[in-house]
């Protein structure tokens, strides 16, 4: 018996928040951070592929990135790789998925993740997402695993739960609040109410075409012209619609607007690894809460700082506390931890006055 559930992996972000060790030539889900021998979309397909058959998870990514993917995973072929031409969102990338999957299979359920999560319990992990695979294939819903809060993190969106449903551990969703300042998250905390947005998605492709149909008006036109071009007999064909949709993520052009979505909490340990103190919180420190990716340090009156460097550079440093210590090709970057807002300015300003990527 055919095996309806399948899995589309985003890998065609540029990683900006991690630079400069993220660069936008080569970004954050094609790197090893924590020095485990495996890239983070080399873990992401691995941990999918034990228990959805290989031949129904797909890799969505920008064209320039093709060969980084050919690279790590020379196992998946041609099909199951679906270039972008352009960045337009994860909206964009969800909806070429979930068309060229519904051309393989037109009862498929799919699973959507981000590249570049940590995932501490593989076995929940599995059992989670089987369930809500489960649960989206009865109906017409949208559903994004949510992860009870473990402290007031503003780095990552929040799911305000609503109406239960007939299934445990699943509510209507109520609200979707993005990044929300320190006193939203704490009160976010307080309530109880409140999950952690994961980024993974989860429906049944005729509830997803459904929905942008009814909800994004560019995708009236495009979506027949999508249907189209998956019946190319070239695998490679680069979609020219994207040249027309508009920049949006799943979360802002229909999970906000729509009125059939649901939030499954889910009970293994996750982190997104969006920014440099996200990957503070997730990985063991030294007795100071010094994090060493992977680098060679001599450290004194130092405490809670993050330190990456290439394999054959040490760091000695002396009195630091709190900060982000980053070297990566032609930049060094030293910054409070606290102040990403810093960090995204530097970024900027090294990228259009100094030409630096």
């Known amino acids: 018996m055919k095996n ?31 020095g485990t021998g495996r890239s983070l979309l080399q873990e ?12 129904n998870i797909y890799i969505s990514t920008h064209a320039d990135y093709l060969p980084y993917v050919y ?13 972008e031409p352009l960045h337009r969102g994860t909206l964009a990338s969800v909806a070429w998925g979930t068309v060229v999957i519904k051309k393989a299979d037109p009862q498929a359920n799919i699973v959507v993740s981000p590249a570049d999560q940590l995932i501490l319990n593989e076995p929940r992990f599995q059992e989670d997402v089987r369930q809500a695979l489960h649960f989206v294939s009865e109906g017409e819903r949208l559903t994004v695993m949510g992860i009870r809060p473990s402290r007031p993190e503003t780095g990552y969106g929040y799911i305000q739960m609503g109406d239960e449903s007939p299934v445990e551990n699943c509510t209507r969703v109520k609200t979707f609040t993005e990044k929300p300042e320190l006193p939203y998250a704490e009160a976010f905390m307080r309530d109880g109410g409140f999950l952690w947005n994961t980024g993974i998605l989860l429906f049944n492709v ?34 020219e619609f994207f040249n027309v949709l508009p920049m949006l993520s799943v979360d802002l052009g229909i999970m906000e607007k729509s009125d059939n979505v649901y939030v499954y909490e ?23 809460g010094n994090l060493l990716l992977n680098t060679k340090a001599q450290l004194s009156n130092c405490s809670g700082n993050i330190i990456r ?18 070297e990566e090709g032609d930049v060094l970057m030293i910054c409070p931890k606290e102040r990403t807002d810093i960090m995204r300015r530097m970024m900027t300003e090294a990228q259009t006055q100094r030409g630096i990527e």
């Open 71 to 83: 690279e790590q995973l020379p196992q998946v072929d041609d099909v199951h790789i679906l270039e």
């Open 266 to 288: 889910c009970h293994f340990g996750w982190a997104d690894l969006g920014n440099w103190n996200t990957i503070g919180t997730c990985r063991s420190t030294d007795e100071d």
């Open 4 to 34: 309806h559930n399948y899995c589309l992996i985003l890998a065609g972000g540029v990683g900006s928040r991690l630079w400069p060790m993220s660069r936008k030539s080569y970004p954050k889900q094609f790197i090893d951070i924590f």
């Open 309 to 326: 460097l290439p394999g054959n550079h040490t760091a000695i440093v002396d009195g630091l506390q709190n900060f982000v210590i980053v």
């Open 44 to 55: 992401t397909y691995e941990r999918f592929a034990r228990f959805i058959e290989p031949e």
């Open 206 to 239: 005729d509830a997803m075409l459904h929905t942008l149909y009814m909800l994004v008006p560019a995708y009236q036109l495009e979506i027949p012209k999508m249907m189209a071009d998956a019946e190319s007999a070239d695998p490679k064909f680069l979609p």
